[in-house]
């Protein structure tokens, strides 16, 4: 046990846990005992299924103090060729907002899931496709291509600005109030730096309805060379599709 102690406010897969205990000398037969004292001492505290956080004997700490180094090692256990952050929380991320979301997306090249963290929180590990015109290819390679590295502290791959916002457009919710202002702080800072290609690639393969939603909010917020650029991206790669919202 004690070289399990050793790795105090580590995050530890049990498969970790077990190498540590047989390295140690102990016996195979006696892992589950070993991992149930710690665990009724409040030495070992299982974050969710897989992945134990070994706690300090003096100060535990809380799951919300550690999320980012849960998700990367989420991300190296279950998904070995990388995890690109998406949804809601990428474009909050380009925003500098660092607030823990309630339920996380996570684009991968093959991996698909849902994980339950001890605090209630979600991780919802998906692949991403392509519409049926363009044959419901997987996008991993685009996504890895548009993708930026933060630090919040671990080192974690983001949608890059236009596919956040295009994720974020993308979502229908009952607070739709939070994201349309979300989505106007983000205009503010980024409207004249969106890439037109990228837009219009991510279009072509995806996202029409949010780009259309996109068109509209540009014209309603007087940002008018992002509203042409979007009505050019529609004529060229949506086929000058204009769809109700």
Not at 211 to 230: E, I, K, Q, W
Request: hydrophobic share 40%; glycine share 8%.
């Amino acid at each position: 046990m004690k070289k399990i102690c050793e790795k105090m406010l580590e995050l530890l897969t049990k498969k970790e846990i077990i190498d540590l205990w047989l390295r140690s000398g102990g016996s195979n037969s006696r892992v589950a005992y070993a991992m149930s004292i710690l665990l009724g001492r409040g030495l070992l505290e299982r974050i969710c299924s897989g992945i134990y956080l070994v706690q300090n004997e003096k100060k535990s700490i809380e799951i919300g103090e550690c999320y980012w180094h849960i998700i990367s090692k989420l991300i190296s256990l279950h998904a070995p060729s990388g995890g690109v952050i998406g949804g809601e929380k990428a474009l909050e991320l380009h925003l500098s907002n660092y607030s823990l979301p309630d339920i996380l997306i996570i684009y991968t090249r093959d991996t698909a899931m849902r994980i339950k963290l001890i605090d209630g929180r979600e991780v919802h590990m998906r692949t991403l496709v392509s519409g049926p015109k363009t044959g419901k290819k997987n996008l991993w390679r685009t996504l890895v291509d548009n993708a930026i590295t933060v630090e919040i502290p671990e080192k974690i791959q983001i949608c890059g600005r236009e596919l956040a916002l295009l994720e974020a457009l993308s979502l229908r919710r009952h607070d739709a109030g939070i994201e349309e202002a979300n989505i106007a702080r983000f205009l503010r800072s980024f409207a004249s730096l969106l890439d037109r290609d990228i837009l219009g690639n991510l279009t072509r393969l995806r996202y029409i309805r949010p780009l259309n939603r996109l068109r509209v909010l540009a014209r309603d917020l007087g940002y008018m060379s992002l509203y042409a650029m979007t009505l050019e991206i529609i004529r060229d790669e949506g086929g000058g599709c204009y769809l109700n919202l």
